[in-house]
Every structure is written in C-alpha cells, then in structure tokens.
Nanobody, 125 residues
Framework: QVQLVESGGGLVQAGGSLRLSCAAS????????MGWFRQAPGNEREFVAH????????YYADSAKGRFTISRDNAKSTVYLQMNNLKPEDTAIYYC??????????????????WGRGTQVTVSS
C-alpha cells in the first residue's frame, strides 16, 4: 500500500508549462512503476505517461509525446510530469498512479491499484 498526493496543477495559458509532482509515502517508491493519467469532464480516464521502477524506460501517449516528460526521484519518493507547450485540450484533472507488479499494460488504469486524488490543470486559449 502506498499513498499518493499530486501537486503543481493550476491555470496556464496555451504554450505555457507546468510541472506536476506526485509525492509517495507508505512503501518504498522504487518498488513501484508509476503512471500519470488525466480525465476531462465527460471523458474517460486517459493514459498520459509511464515510468518503470528503475526509471530506465519511459512511455507516453501520442498526445504527450514530445511535450511531456515523466521522471522520478526515488530518494525523494516523488514522480514528476513536466508539461511543456500546453494546449487547451490538456485541460483535465491529472492523477498519479502506482503499481507494484510487472505488467505490459502500462496504459490501462486497471493495472494500477493505487491512485492519488488528482490535481487540476487548466489551459486557457
């Protein structure tokens, strides 16, 4: 069991940047693969990015590729999502998620048993 708390969301103009943080507690973060998801009103939860336990492999949704960067600092028990060149369609609640066991289905919410409460990102046009 791990507890996750997201922060860093806010209001930004299109083309701007935000860095989201996900602070973990309860268990050693290095044991967990981590993902970022987002959900906009009226939409299903959407995969954004994933990072493996060691941080050696990164995976991104097509919508995030080239603009977003996921990283982790296990010593600080924190995962980050750097978001650049933000677009209005990026507006959503962003959630951090963690999974302990190995899975190839990193883009599927169902493989992540642990979730934060989310942080709101709003991008104005």
């Amino acid at each position: 069991q791990v507890q996750l708390v997201e922060s860093g969301g806010g209001l930004v103009q299109a083309g701007g940047s935000l860095r989201l943080s996900c602070a973990a507690s309860g268990r050693t973060l290095s044991n967990y693969a981590m993902g970022w998801f987002r959900q906009a009103p009226g939409n299903e939860r959407e995969f954004v990015a994933h990072i493996t336990r060691s941080g050696g492999n990164l995976y991104y949704a097509d919508s995030a590729k080239g603009r977003f960067t996921i990283s982790r600092d296990n010593a600080k028990s924190t995962v980050y999502l750097q978001m650049n060149n933000l677009k209005p369609e990026d507006t959503a609640i962003y959630y951090c998620a963690a999974r302990l066991y190995l899975s190839n289905s990193y883009s599927q919410p169902s493989v992540y048993p642990n979730w934060g409460r989310g942080t709101q990102v709003t991008v104005s046009s």
